[in-house]
């Protein structure tokens, strides 16, 4: 079982929690818990490390931002015990959960899950703080941002579990952001490749790592409301959205749409580098440092060159690392031999996904009459098999996102 944020907001809410959490093992199931820090409490601590220095140290940001889960997994373990039940917490250095040493965005390697599969085994629920592993080098690390649900997969796929519930504050996955569109319907499956490109996109019910390692380790994976009453249906009962394996889901439902969701991504910034030559290993010379920084590049756009054998690139990049993107070709300006830098942090990617599309044409060319017959202009594009986005001005998000819900007819009543 995961907890998110805002369900372990405060003494009441984890009080709730250890209530669905005493629950399930009552209903005969041995339970380990995930649990995120409070709602804002991360994004507190980073503005800390921001303030105390912008081109921060990322070891010693894992080392302050690591600490919210720490606090909820030690309450949610006092509250069980206060309720009788016998629980105790597992930091991710004691079990320890091994990570590669990518400080701030650590990807997890080896689960040592003895100790915790011995304390499961003997009644205990075992309590563990999300986000956090421990580096070859000794030394904390977090899995970026939302990693507690990649924790939760992790412990999951470590203990063999039946099912990993994930508990948050929305009642499953939605063709798309219901506070956007208030005829969003709720999914009862989604595959786990639809699920990787949305959560890749920006729909934040799961961190995209968590849905990866889940497709990789075949954990069954359902989302579901912590908002709950004491009669409502138990998880068992399957209230949630299914994340399911492809084969699975075509038993399950046969008159699948051809769009499945839609999200909405704010957390990229673009980048302009104009005039560069137009030779062999220009474009290395931008995203060799990048990478070697670890700053994933998203879109990429080239412009065949102009007369002169110049062209512009233009890319994007997590607004979070814009300002280190920004510090490395500025740095790197005469090797690359670029003119201007120019950046835009007010962009927005628009995604649609649905694995009907592998099998349909048109689905890109709906989407673009559907924003053009709205004036919304189309900055760059990307595709893969079952998923299409384009960058677009911030400020024109949410009516991007309702034109195209109506556009793919995933509206609802
Ligand atoms: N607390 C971390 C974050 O806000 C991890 C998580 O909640 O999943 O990103
Ligand atoms: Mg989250």
Redesign the pocket.
């Known amino acids: 079982m995961k907890f ?2 805002t369900s372990m907001a405060g003494s009441e809410r984890i009080r709730r929690v250890a209530n669905i959490v005493r629950r399930q093992q009552a209903a005969g199931h041995e339970v380990a818990v995930v649990v ?2 409070m709602a804002g ?3 507190r601590l980073v503005n800390f490390c921001r303030e105390a220095n912008p081109l921060y140290d990322p070891a010693e940001y894992d080392v302050v ?1 690591a600490s ?2 720490q606090v909820t997994s030690g309450l949610l373990a006092l509250t069980l015990q206060s309720m009788g039940c016998k629980a105790r917490s597992w930091l991710g250095w004691q079990l320890p959960i091994h990570t590669d040493s990518a400080y701030s965005k650590a990807r997890i390697g080896e689960f040592e899950s003895d100790a915790l599969i011995a304390s499961m085994q003997a009644g205990e629920i075992a309590v563990i703080p ?2 956090q592993g421990l580096s070859d080098e000794g030394r904390i690390t ?1 899995l970026g ?5 990649t924790s939760a997969v992790a412990v999951a796929a470590a203990v063999k579990a039946d099912r990993c519930d994930i508990y948050t504050d929305v009642d499953g996955v939605y063709t798309t952001d219901p506070r956007i569109v208030a005829k969003a319907r709720k999914l009862k499956n989604v595959t786990y490749e639809e699920m990787l490109e949305l959560a890749s996109v920006g729909s934040k019910v799961l ?1 995209t790592r968590s849905v990866s390692l889940a497709m990789k380790e075949r954990v069954r994976v359902q989302v579901l409301s912590s908002f709950i009453d004491d009669d409502a249906p138990a998880a068992d009962t399957i209230p949630g959205t299914m994340i399911v394996s492809d084969e699975e889901l075509e038993g399950l439902d046969m008159e699948r749409q051809l769009i499945t969701g839609i999200a909405a991504d704010k957390n990229e910034a673009k980048v302009t580098l104009t005039r560069i030559a137009d030779r062999p290993g220009a474009v290395a010379t931008i995203f060799g440092p990048l990478a070697a920084a670890n700053i994933n590049v998203d879109m990429i756009i080239q412009n065949i060159a102009k007369d002169k054998g110049e062209t512009d690139v233009t890319f994007t990049v997590p607004a979070a690392d814009l300002v280190r993107t920004q510090a490395l070709l500025e740095a790197q300006k005469e090797a690359i031999g670029y003119f201007r830098m120019i950046s835009d942090g007010k962009v927005a990617k628009i995604s649609v996904v649905g694995v009907g599309m592998r099998s349909h044409a048109g689905v890109a060319s709906t989407m673009f009459r559907a924003l053009a017959d709205r004036g919304i202009n189309i900055q760059a594009i990307s595709t893969s098999e079952i998923k299409v986005s384009v960058l677009i001005d911030e400020d024109e998000t949410e009516l991007a996102v309702r034109v195209l819900h109506t556009a793919y007819g995933l509206d609802g009543e």
Do not use: I, K, Y
């Open positions: 998110g944020g995120s820090a409490e991360t994004d931002v919210g889960e999300g986000f977090t941002r939302g990693g507690s649900d961190q």
